[in-house]
Nanobody, 126 residues
Framework: EVQLQASGGGTVQAGDSLRLSCAVSGFFFADYGIGWFRQAPGVNREAVSCISSTDGTTYYQDSVKGRFTITHDNAKNTAFLQMENLKPEDTAVYYC???????????????????WGEGTQVTVSS
């Protein structure tokens, strides 16, 4: 059974940093993509950042470029989202998700993802 466990959320001040972690277990596919999505109240869930295991290709939503960095530790089967210079508009529930295969649908949205973890709340106060 594939399981994803996201952690690292919290309440911080604007300008602070957080690092989210996503531990993946029960997953044995060679090609896959891992993505971080977020959902704020009243807003559809959106892709924030994605990384491909096939070639390391990354995607960032425009609003987080230069502030967020996605990485993946293959040995530990864990993905990370380093978030710097957080802004109040980054406040949301953050989810990690995995897509099986090398198509890298993640940037197009949640429909392309196959497995999801529980969310972790990130709250940024001004």
């Amino acid at each position: 059974e594939v399981q994803l466990q996201a952690s690292g959320g919290g309440t911080v001040q604007a300008g602070d940093s957080l690092r989210l972690s996503c531990a993946v277990s029960g997953f044995f596919f060679a090609d896959y993509g891992i993505g971080w999505f977020r959902q704020a109240p009243g807003v559809n869930r959106e892709a924030v950042s994605c990384i491909s295991s096939t070639d390391g290709t990354t995607y960032y939503q425009d609003s987080v470029k230069g502030r967020f960095t996605i990485t993946h530790d293959n040995a530990k089967n864990t993905a990370f989202l380093q978030m710097e210079n957080l802004k109040p508009e980054d406040t949301a529930v953050y989810y990690c998700a995995v897509e099986v295969g090398g198509n890298f649908y993640c940037p197009k949205g949640e429909a392309g993802m196959d497995y999801w973890g529980e969310g972790t709340q990130v709250t940024v106060s001004s």
